[in-house]
């Protein structure tokens, strides 16, 4: 009998620590898969916002390729009318440089003499010749579609023949070039009111540069355009629509031998009469 219980308590006390070994291991595993499942949730938290992230950065790519494309869609097109308007230059056919160009070209009048101007700038300054304006009481302009402004007289002088006239409102205008780079053989334009004819065109070359005029500067290019009474004032213009000189005056009767003070200078007087930077 005494065997037999002290059997018993054997027994039993393995099955405790067969128990106790189970627990453990229990224990054990669910320490291990609490500390894996928290580490994988972990891990996808991480992967989930780093996908956001990749996912911002692809939008953000995006919208920068498309803000690109936009801006090269629009850089070509601006590209292209200027092609178009080179291609027709230089096929002797100003026509695309004209139809822009001549909005901005005027007609200025005095109770004692007319001539031209032209637009140099939004805001309605209007750049003339000196003795076009010399001695009037009163200077009118007259633009392309036929309405009339009251000018006043910013600024005038007679030794480089340049005076800046100023009326209200918003304008097209016409961009200078560098006269530093104007070539012999080039083709150009005048536009003009020769002989009181509104808006008259003729077309020519420069036939020389950096001619001395009468007044002792060597600052004049010299054109084959035909020039009247009535053009001086009016802008000489490039293959590119933009203005090389001033048409000024013409050597006698003879044909042919017209001279525009350069854009260079004219910029500058521009400048001085309104002492600040108008024009680059």
């Not at 009181?196 to 500067?217: C, D, K, M």
């Amino acid at each position: 009998m005494h065997r037999h219980i002290k059997r018993l308590k054997v027994h039993r006390n393995v099955l405790y620590g067969i128990v106790f070994v189970l627990l453990t291991l229990q224990i054990i595993t669910f320490v291990s898969v609490s500390s894996q499942t928290t580490k994988i949730i972990s891990d996808q938290d991480k992967i989930r916002g780093n996908l956001d992230n990749y996912v911002d950065e692809i939008k953000q790519e995006n919208q920068v390729s498309v803000n690109e494309i936009i801006k090269i869609i629009a850089d070509q097109k601006t590209d292209f009318s200027d092609q178009i308007n080179l291609l027709k230059a230089t096929q002797e056919d100003f026509s695309g440089i004209i139809e822009n160009s001549v909005k901005a070209v005027v007609s200025v009048r005095t109770e004692k003499s007319i001539g031209t101007g032209f637009l140099v700038s939004p805001a309605g300054y209007i750049v003339t010749n000196s003795h076009v304006i010399t001695g009037g009481m009163f200077v009118k302009i007259f633009d392309y579609d036929g309405q009339e402004y009251d000018a006043k007289v910013i600024g005038n002088d007679p030794f480089t023949d340049v005076a800046l006239l100023k009326i209200t409102g918003l304008f097209d205008s016409l961009e200078f070039s560098n006269s530093d780079d104007v070539q012999v053989g080039e083709k150009v334009i005048a536009i003009g009111n020769p002989l009181g004819l509104s808006f008259t065109v003729t077309q020519g070359i420069v036939s020389a540069v950096h001619r001395t005029g009468p007044n002792g500067l060597e600052d004049y290019v010299q054109t084959d355009v035909t020039l009247n009474p009535g053009n001086s004032g009016g802008p000489l213009i490039d293959k590119d629509g933009k203005v090389i000189g001033v048409n000024n005056f013409k050597l006698g009767n003879a044909e042919g031998l017209g001279f525009a003070l350069e854009s260079n200078i004219i910029k500058q007087k521009i400048n001085e009469f309104v002492n600040k930077t108008l024009i680059e």
